[in-house]
């Protein structure tokens, strides 16, 4: 997986409703995440849970819980037929999901460590 070659990422944070939080990492997991990267144009993604018990950088309670962050040929891919069909919470997992916000970020500059080969 050769994060570098991406323009732009799209992240979700949301939080949830702590009852639902094993059918919705399940579902992430298992059908959103591989739904969503299957997309022509998106190169990869990955899910993150925030870590509120490192002393070295405490987290601001207001931040979501859950990051899902997705790598993108172009920003242009979350225009697609395909990606809007896709896109969203599934009727089930709606209900539980809480405080979600959508981000696009263009790449400015990237740099790897220079035993990983890349630039």
Do not use: C
Not at 35 to 52: L, N, P, T
Not at 66 to 82: F, K, P
Not at 90 to 116: G, Q, R
């Amino acid at each position: 997986m050769n994060e570098t070659i991406v323009p732009a990422l799209l992240m979700v944070r949301t939080d949830l409703d702590p009852a639902g939080e094993e059918e919705f990492n399940t579902w992430y997991t298992n059908v959103h995440l591989p739904e969503i990267v299957a997309v022509a144009g998106v190169r990869w993604g990955k899910r993150y849970r925030v870590r509120r018990d490192d002393a070295s950088y405490p987290s601001d309670e207001s931040i979501q819980t859950y990051l899902a962050i997705y790598g993108l040929e172009s920003a242009d891919v979350l225009r697609s037929e395909e990606f809007l069909s896709r896109r969203g919470w599934s009727k089930e997992i709606a209900p539980m999901v809480l405080n979600t916000t959508v981000t696009i970020y263009e790449e400015l500059a990237a740099l790897s460590h220079p035993s990983d080969g890349e630039s």
